[in-house]
DNA sequence: GGCAATTTTGCAACCGGTTGCAAAAAGCGC
DNA sequence: GCGCTTTTTGCAACCGGTTGCAAAATTGCC
């Protein structure tokens, strides 16, 4: 079917080497013969083939991507992202969904029959070990958006989700509030537990300012609704954090619904800050999340792996900064 | 760095077909030697190299997943199914971003390097030559949310586009609108011409009702936010079908925000039915677009073609059904 | 033009697998 | 145990490239 470089090298009198030559940069051949071999490719429309390069260079430019946030609309602009930075890199991303997959040996295993030069593991939910579990496979990995370690065993990128947790407090605290609450995300996410801890650390320091906290099951605009309605039904607190700005979104149209309005009687404050948090019927006060800058520096840490595998874990933390919309009030 | 075939054949003394056999399935070898040969494999932590025999068997199981709609939160959903049904086949998507690509022969040139067995096109604002160009290069290729064609040159798997104008027309005359507006995407995309026919042809059967119609510059919550705004300064119609949901509701924003109100003053109709559209403060009366079958439908095809790529060119429509809401008055 | 240093080229082996073919082994009936 | 058929196995060539090495060609200098 394709055309090889064998018919090439026939059809320009050369050898075979001198055809590979000519599309190898780096490699020596004279101008004479690039010509020459040029020629016969265009007439022929050949192109290399890249899987049986990578055959002896051990180099695929393969760059596994495996994530499990298929429901939260920033994870599109994520996909948007890493799918164009690794392009421009003239890596090619392999996609893997991981949503209902527990074990991370099938992936790992799939991705090495694939030759992948390395992985990127996109997820705020997934633990730890899904990351080691590569790069105890021998292959370079990047947790994005994973969580921050004081010990890394793989290189990480992402938000310090306690601070995130201590700033959201701070700043109901600012705003004069006196009952806040903690909406998180599911219980068992390691995302969800750093900004609980973050959230209450900061409240332990203002003994009079109540603060209360609960669960939602997904990282969803329905298990938020589900949640912040009953709250509302048990008395609620005076202004929530939300884990995240799709549960932000859902609490507020519980809100809507009840017949209350945010900020006048109840005020939200968001994480992420997704473009949908900025639409005018929305609106939401969040912080935000320099997702542009986490996947940039994950593709550069990528990048810098495929040359040095054997890098040092490194961790990176980018800090986050609140956008203040209209869903808090205004404050003393 | 990774274990070969050859080290386990030499584990386990035997030839290196021998193992190549225990590996492929529909080899024929006795139970004693695949006995053997798992033994040595599984103390090696051996798996085949999926690139490497690709190279004979010319299969890659790799599926080149091509788009450029990585701004409306309905193709996350499409990625999701996407690659899950692949990964179910046995499939491996990779996914090429042609945000900033205008020309197909770039990414012809690099999934025919990367010896995709298939292209599945996920877009409906690229062009039919997109497709076509990936079948021209000998690649089996599935355009989903294509446009349909009488004359198809490659698969089409998606809705009459037509007909949903027809569709959204004939709800807002049942409804009892006398002035009724199309206000569609960006108006070079097919998807907005097929619609706006559609709609403009059911309307001319009623003279009496006035239709008028524009567009936005995008298929995005400002275009659509911003263009509202305009028409709103501009005497607006009773009623408005809009290219797409993410469309609708920014012209939803645009209405309250105008101190308007939804369905009373001006009604609503998207197309999609994303996830959002059901949210309690949104809750889009829309077309739903049966993504899901659109999906699995293109993913049958692409795997009917991986096993005879001459197969005759063929598009499959799917229908579609208005979900109501409450973005319309109730009608007579 | 002659010689040494440098560049370009082709040979052949290799990357990690698969597969047609023939030899070896196993199974079968007597 | 023998001859015949069927199954299993290994050899060797091949898939489409790359690359170390040595031979051939070119270059530079006197």
Redesign the interface.
């Known amino acids: ?2 055309v090889t470089l064998k018919e090439v090298a026939e059809r320009a009198g050369v050898s075979r080497s001198a055809v590979s030559r000519t599309f190898t940069d780096g490699a020596s051949v004279s101008d004479k013969m690039r010509r020459k071999v040029e020629k016969a490719a265009k007439e022929l429309g050949y ?6 390069s ?2 002896t260079t ?1 180099r ?1 430019k ?1 760059i596994g ?1 495996v994530s499990n946030n ?4 920033i ?3 994520v ?2 992202l890493f ?2 930075g690794l ?1 421009d890199r003239g890596l ?6 991981l ?2 997959e527990t074990d991370p040996e099938n992936s790992v ?2 991705l ?4 992948v030069d390395g992985v990127v593991v996109a997820s705020s939910t997934l633990p730890p070990e899904f990351a080691k579990a590569f790069r105890d496979a ?1 292959v370079p990995v990047v947790h994005s958006f994973g969580r921050a370690s004081s010990a890394p065993q793989v290189h990480v990128v992402g938000i310090d989700n306690v601070e995130c947790g201590r700033m959201a407090a701070r700043e109901l605290v600012r705003r004069g509030y006196t009952h806040v609450g903690f909406m998180g995300g599911p219980e068992g996410a390691s995302s969800t537990q750093d900004r609980y801890s973050g959230f209450m650390a900061e409240m332990s320091a203002h003994p009079d300012i109540k603060a209360s906290h609960s669960f939602a099951d997904a990282y969803s ?1 329905d298990a938020g ?1 589900r949640e912040m309605l009953r709250l509302l039904k048990n008395g609620p607190a005076q202004a929530y954090f939300c884990g995240d700005d799709v549960l932000s ?2 609490a ?3 809100i ?2 009840s017949g209350l309005s945010c900020p006048d009687n109840i005020g939200i404050i968001g994480l992420n800050d997704m ?2 948090a900025q ?3 929305i609106d939401l006060t969040t912080i935000h999340q320099p997702i542009r800058q986490i996947v940039t520096s994950s593709i550069e840490l990528m990048v810098a792996m495929l040359d040095d595998p054997e890098r040092y874990p490194e961790t990176r933390i980018f800090p986050c900064s609140i956008v203040e919309r209209g869903t808090l009030k205004p404050g003393i």
């Open positions: 079917m394709a192109s290399p083939n890249a899987l049986a990578s055959l051990g695929t393969l991507l298929f429901h939260n609309p994870f599109l602009e996909f948007d799918t164009r392009q090619r991303p392999l996609l893997v969904n949503t209902d295993r799939m090495r029959q694939y030759s021998g605009f609704r979104i859902g507020l149209s519980a809507d619904d473009e949908m639409w005018e019927n």
